[in-house]
């Protein structure tokens, strides 16, 4: 079964300054790969998506990630942080009808 | 409808009460899934739905939870005899997964249920 790892419950950044959240997965068949967020008191928002073919992805709000199949690794990256990108953010793997989440990291920003 | 709408949005009881929190999906979604958010936790999963048969019920965390989904729409979440360790927030999501396209899950804003 699938499984993901996120690295780091809290990360805290200035804004302006790179945003790194980790994220490692483990699958038996070629993996779909997601990251969402989460706004206080909101439901889940996706923020972009791997599914084949470029392995780096570009999601809203100017964030990206970069699937590495050799590192099973799937972080999410963002050159340059912003107030309004507090949130928790959530890295998931999918194998058919099946997904899993992991724990979250919650992102914080200060000015 | 537009979005997932889960009701009610808010939900206090008292320990032993039964609760029902449902889920609206998106229309023509056919998979729909549970999972329950703790304080300072991740998302756990609960249960799926494929149409209304679920596949893996295997996330439920006891006895006292049920699901079920009629028409291949709406689905409710049972939790019987209420325990404050039930305190969570439940969020929902649906996909129209089909099989070899990916799995994006749209998410419900969840409903806060608090057991007293």
């Known amino acids: 079964a699938q499984s993901v790892t996120q690295l780091g419950s809290h990360v805290s950044v200035s804004e302006g300054a790179l945003v790194l959240l980790r994220c490692n997965y483990s699958s038996s068949v070629p993996p779909y790969l997601f990251w969402y967020v989460q706004y206080p008191n909101q439901g889940l928002q996706l923020l972009l998506k791997?599914?084949?073919?470029?392995?780096l992805v570009k999601g809203i709000n100017g964030f990206e990630a970069e699937f590495k199949k050799s590192e099973t690794s799937f972080h999410l990256t963002k050159p340059s942080a912003h107030m309004s990108d507090a949130a928790e953010y959530f890295c998931?793997?999918?194998?058919?009808?099946?997904?899993?989440f992991g724990a979250g990291t919650r992102l914080t920003v200060k000015p | 409808g537009a979005g997932v709408s889960q009701s009610p949005s808010n939900k206090v009881t008292e320990k032993g009460k039964d609760v029902e929190l449902r889920c609206d999906p998106i229309?023509?979604?056919?998979?729909l899934y549970w999972y329950r958010q703790s304080l300072g936790q991740g998302l756990e999963f609960l249960i799926y739905?494929?149409?209304?048969?679920?596949?893996?019920k295997s996330g439920l965390p006891s006895d006292r939870f049920s699901a079920e989904r009629t028409g291949g729409s709406v689905s409710t979440l049972t939790i019987q005899r209420t325990q404050q360790e039930d305190s969570a927030v439940y969020l929902c999501?649906?996909?129209?997964?089909?099989?070899?396209?990916?799995?994006?899950?749209?998410f419900g804003a969840g409903t806060r249920l608090s057991v007293l």
């Open positions: 999501a649906s996909s129209q997964w089909d099989r070899g396209r990916e799995n994006i899950q749209y």
């Open positions: 791997y599914t084949t073919g470029a392995t």
């Open positions: 229309s023509g979604h056919t998979a």
């Open positions: 739905f494929q149409g209304n048969s679920a596949p893996d």
């Open positions: 998931a793997v999918s194998e058919m009808c099946d997904m899993r």
